[in-house]
């Protein structure tokens, strides 16, 4: 029962953090996001980073875990985890966009 219960907490944070990106994004791309005060939207999304991607990961786990037990429904979570791979690739880019700029650019 615990860990249905964790790994929903886990779904949810994901899907929060998912969303704190794609929002933002979407408005952007409809608005045009002028200068530095409107990417602020993006916020959320940084100060979710450490718990989004550790959500996001077993979540992704969870997801193949699923794909594995080749059930007649679990054609749902193909989806989800090429979502959640995508979201975790992304993240590694941003750490290395960190580590580069703070270590070459001082």
Not at 2 to 14: D, E, G, R, T, W
């Given at each position: 029962m615990?860990?249905?219960?964790?790994?929903?907490?886990?779904?949810?944070?994901?899907g929060?953090?998912?969303?704190?990106?794609?929002?933002?994004?979407?408005?952007?791309?409809?608005?045009g996001?002028?200068?530095?005060?409107?990417?602020?939207?993006?916020?959320?999304?940084?100060?979710?980073?450490?718990f989004?991607?550790?959500?996001t990961?077993?979540?992704?786990?969870?997801?193949?875990?699923q794909?594995?037990?080749?059930?007649s429904?679990?054609?749902?979570?193909?989806p989800?985890?090429?979502?959640?791979?995508?979201?975790?690739?992304?993240?590694?880019?941003?750490?290395?966009?960190?580590?580069?700029?703070?270590?070459?650019?001082?």
């Open positions: 615990l860990s249905k219960l964790a790994l929903a907490i886990s779904y949810f944070i994901a929060v953090y998912i969303l704190s990106i794609l929002l933002p994004s979407i408005y952007c791309l409809r608005q996001c002028k200068g530095p005060a409107e990417l602020d939207a993006f916020m959320p999304a940084f100060g979710l980073t450490p989004g991607a550790i959500a990961a077993f979540s992704l786990q969870n997801t193949i875990q794909i594995r037990k080749g059930q429904w679990s054609w749902v979570f193909w989800l985890a090429v979502i959640f791979a995508i979201v975790l690739l992304g993240v590694i880019a941003l750490i290395g966009f960190f580590v580069y700029h703070t270590a070459f650019h001082r």
